[in-house]
């Protein structure tokens, strides 16, 4: 996974865009995998989310070169969930939602191009 963005997203951002998606798929009966966080508030959630524990390792390395193995990211944010206050585990659960996202759209993408 690769973000484009060029720094990440702040506190306020974040907590505000976070609550946008969350409510926005709440809303909907299927939600579109790709309504998803953009690539600031993903780099954002891991700046909140580096450490030096081997999940917190992962995010500090996609904070840093914003690029991360998708499963190496699902997974540090899945083990950062069971730690993380309800607003902390928003923030990952839509981080989460950005990978697949991410995912999804390349699946297409290489669908479409052969």
Do not use: K, N
């Not at 609550?19 to 993903?42: F, N, Q």
């Not at 500090?60 to 206050?85: K, M, V």
């Amino acid at each position: 996974m690769t973000s484009r963005a060029g720094a990440p997203a702040g506190d306020l951002q974040i907590a505000s865009t976070v609550a946008d998606v969350l409510a926005r798929r709440a809303a909907l009966e299927r939600p579109p995998v790709s309504l998803a966080i953009p690539d600031a508030v993903a780099l954002g959630v891991a700046a909140m989310f580096r450490s030096s524990t081997p999940s917190g390792q992962v995010l500090d390395r996609f904070l840093r070169t914003g690029s991360a193995e998708a499963d190496a990211l699902i997974e540090a944010a899945r083990t950062e969930q069971a730690y993380a206050s309800p607003e902390g585990h928003a923030a990952l659960y839509c981080l989460i939602g950005w990978v697949r996202a991410r995912l999804h759209r390349q699946t297409a993408a290489a669908s479409t191009a052969v």
